[in-house]
């Protein structure tokens, strides 16, 4: 036995583990509110017991650790969440703004198809009306115009998705430095066996946020982590951090390089995945189609229109500039041909009061000029399928944001400050400092009482 | 289980939800329309692009009936006004032919044939805002003039083009009638009759043979104008036709797409009803904790 100065010590070493536990508390309070904090508990071991003679005596308390409560799998899987959210958030913003070209049968592509035909069939009654000729005119050029802004606008969205690209890689470089840079800390401070929680809570942010923009693969290694994204491209490698870097490839737009070559189509996941999908997907199929439609329906009303005689009894000429071979470019490139409306070829045979070839140019109207199709028939579908595609978005967007939702509810009941708890906790610790403190006094006491053996 | 202790996040993103609930309902109301984006119904969306082509088609076919009207109108009277011209030289022709008439009656009797000679030209040569009616095709060029050279004095400029327009769905409706076929066919040349009426008048002589040849054109115009009668009654038709395919096309565009005002009225009062829940639960969502207890 130790005697009076061993329950000294024992008693100490309580006051002190009573303080640091005290302590963590105080921070657990303190960071009820920060996003992302995960709380601590202290881990309090007994110490070392002495054999004494027959007797094993105990000598007190330590504090031998800090213990950050997180759930790892949860983390994971708030990562995953967080990719799928990053991905339909960015396609679903550029989807939103092309649906937006095609809201509102009053106008655009569709109602300029419908009024170029109406103003065939107004000509018809009085073909050899100026008025009505240059109506037709008009009408043909807004229809060209109508397909020029709808392509315009598509590269548009599409030149700015790709700046958005760039900036998003320049984020992912940020992230992942930051990421190597706490790793660094992490390590040292874990070689000295230090708690390294708040650390690891900042660690877990940004590669939360590194989720949010690129597909990330957390591979626990024996001293630290590595990241990669979902093909393997390591991003993140212990203390170690790889760049990606942009170049403009032949389509024009920003090609994404890892050290190990381009990996531009193999991601999967977070904000990139979402802007590259629209950029090199969505976009250029959505213009391919306009493409086809104004190649489609410019070469069958150029062939209508050559069939006729205009007002000088001249045959017609393209009515439109003819389009691109392959029709790549076509919406962009649509423009009228004639501008004088005399050389509208309405008439059959050269006579000036003819409408004959007015109803080839109507015909036009039902006839299957792009893959198959109407040409008003087809562009429903294009109509159907920009509107499906938001939808789908949308409300995938919606269940992601639900499924995150949850997960960030287990994760909070895992890792969430409670201030019942803390309070519950404070009590404890100030009781066990109390106890503590009285076992001192007492222990003062009877030292007093030896010292002062004798005197009386 | 261990709660979540911080659960405001979860509802704020209710609150969020119900908000755009209720933002989805106040738009449909306020706009009268369910669908304003492709995404709110793609399918509709879709049906809405050919419903609006039919629409505008629909309503031009009905411009285009409400034009031709007026000038298979203006066509028919004229040709009214051609039987009333003939009708009076073959009056005038009997009575040259009954034989009682001295050389100055039939001298004035000439006079007023070749007045109604000229009065034929006219109208066969009348214009319809800006076109010669019976001028085939050839809209823009006087189709009857006076030509010496000709048998019945009369030259036919015009062709024999007849124009088509669109009326409705594959319904094509004849615009005109050639003058070569109404005034000038072989056999039924009516000008040839006034000027075989005129000749026997001035040599007393040959009035059955001009009056039967005038005749002939008088029955075969009443028989032509019934083209113009029965394209009138068809356009008619049509045109109750066409209104009530418009009425059936805007309600269908209404179904498609018009605000369910019902629907969008319990939508708004489910979101605002949930929105109060969900405002008076997190109002009583206790802000107390152990530490407001302990002293």
Redesign the interface.
């Known amino acids: 036995m130790s005697g009076l100065y061993g329950s000294l010590s024992i008693a100490l070493s309580s006051l002190f583990a009573s303080q640091e536990a005290l302590e963590t508390t105080a921070n657990n309070v303190a960071n ?2 920060t996003p992302g904090f995960t709380r601590q508990r202290p881990v309090l071991v007994p110490r070392d017991p002495v054999l004494f003679g027959n007797l094993t005596m105990g000598t007190g308390v330590d504090l031998q650790k800090l213990e950050s409560l997180r759930d790892p799998i949860l983390e994971l899987r708030l990562n995953q969440g967080t990719q799928d959210q990053g991905k339909l958030d960015a396609s679903l913003g550029a ?2 703004q092309i ?2 070209m ?5 106008s655009g592509i ?2 300029a ?3 170029f ?2 103003s065939v ?2 000509l ?6 100026m008025a009505l000729r240059q109506g037709l005119l008009t009408a043909a050029g807004n229809l060209a115009s109508a397909f020029n802004n709808a392509a315009t606008n598509l590269q548009t969205q599409r030149a700015n998705l790709d700046l958005n690209v760039s900036q998003t890689v320049g984020q992912v470089n940020n992230l992942t430095q930051q990421i190597a840079a706490v790793n660094q800390q992490i390590a040292s401070l874990e070689n000295s066996h230090q708690d390294a929680g708040a650390f690891v809570d900042q660690r877990t942010n940004l590669i939360r946020q590194l989720s949010g923009l690129v597909d990330v693969q957390v591979i626990q290694t024996e001293q630290s982590i590595a990241l990669t994204t979902s093909n393997g491209t390591p991003l993140v490698s212990g203390v170690n951090s790889f760049q990606l870097s942009t170049q403009i490839g032949t389509d024009g737009m920003q090609h994404i390089f890892a050290e190990t070559g381009e990996i531009t189509a193999s991601l999967t996941g977070g904000k990139l995945a979402g802007l590259l999908e629209t950029r090199d997907q969505k976009i250029p199929a959505l213009l391919g189609n306009l493409d086809q439609l104004a190649a489609g329906l410019a070469t069958a009303l150029n062939t209508a229109h050559r069939s006729g005689f205009d007002l000088n009894g001249n045959p017609g000429t393209d009515l439109f500039v003819p389009p691109p071979a392959g029709g790549v470019g076509a919406a962009t490139a649509l423009a009228v041909n004639i501008t004088d409306p005399t050389l509208v070829a309405a ?1 059959s ?1 050269g ?6 070839n007015l ?1 080839v140019l ?1 015909a036009v109207h039902d006839q299957a000029v792009v893959a198959g199709e109407k040409p ?2 087809f ?3 294009v ?9 789908n978005a ?1 409300s995938d967007l919606n269940a992601s ?1 639900l499924i995150l ?1 949850q997960l ?3 994760r ?3 890792s ?6 803390e ?2 906790n ?2 404890r610790y100030q009781t066990a400092y109390q106890a503590a403190a009285r076992v001192i006094t007492t222990v003062n006491d009877l030292l007093d009482v030896a010292v002062n053996l004798g005197r009386y | ?7 405001m ?2 509802y704020l ?1 209710a609150l969020n939800v119900s908000r755009e609930a209720e933002q989805e309902a106040m738009a449909e109301m306020s706009s009268g329309r369910r669908v ?8 509709a ?9 039919r629409t ?2 629909t309503t ?2 009905l ?2 009936l409400g ?2 009207q007026s000038q298979w109108q203006t066509a028919d009277s004229t040709l009214g006004s051609i039987e009333t011209a003939l009708t009076r030289a073959l009056s005038l022709g009997v009575e040259g032919a009954n034989g009682t008439l001295s050389d100055a009656d039939r001298t004035a009797i000439v006079g007023e044939l070749q007045g109604i000679q000229d009065q034929l030209l006219s109208l066969a040569n009348t214009e319809f ?1 800006g ?1 010669y009616l019976f ?6 060029t006087v189709p009857f003039a006076k030509d010496a050279a000709q048998p019945s004095g009369i030259r036919y400029d015009g ?1 024999s ?1 007849v ?4 009326v409705g769905e594959g319904l ?1 409706l004849a ?1 005109n009638q050639p003058g070569s076929q109404l005034f000038t066919a072989a056999g039924k040349n009516m000008f040839q009759g006034m000027s075989d009426l005129i000749q026997a008048m001035q040599s007393n002589s040959g009035f059955d043979s001009a009056i039967n040849s005038i005749r002939a054109s008088f029955d075969y115009i009443s028989a032509q104008r019934v083209f113009y009668g029965n394209t009138m009654n068809q356009a008619q038709a049509q045109s109750t036709y066409l209104n009530n395919a418009k009425l059936q096309l805007s309600q269908q565009e209404n179904t498609l797409a018009g605000a369910d005002v019902e629907a969008a009225a319990s939508n708004l009062v489910n979101s605002e009803n949930s929105i109060n829940a969900t405002l008076s639960a997190i109002g009583r969502f206790s802000q107390m ?3 407001d207890f ?1 002293k």
Not at chain 1, 102 to 106: I, Y
Not at chain 1, 351 to 356: P, Q, R
Not at chain 1, 416 to 421: F, I, N
């Open positions: 009820a509110t989807l939103q649906e937006a095609f809201s509102g049968t009053d569709g109602d198809i419908s009024k035909f109406d069939q107004q018809s009654t009085d073909p050899s009306n008439s045979d006579s000036v009061g003819s409408n004959g109803a109507s008003l028939d562009f429903s579908q109509v159907f399928q920009a509107g499906s595609d938001t939808a949308s944001n939702q960030q509810d287990q909070n009941s895992v969430g400050v409670s201030l019942d708890e309070a519950a404070m009590v | 289980m261990r709660v979540n202790p911080n659960p996040p979860d993103a304003n984006r492709p995404s709110d119904d793609p399918a969306s879709a049906i809405l692009v050919d419903n609006h082509d505008t088609l031009r076919y411009t285009s034009l031709l805002q076109r001028a085939g095709t050839n809209t823009s062709n083009g124009n088509t327009v669109e094509q615009v904790n152990l530490f302990l």
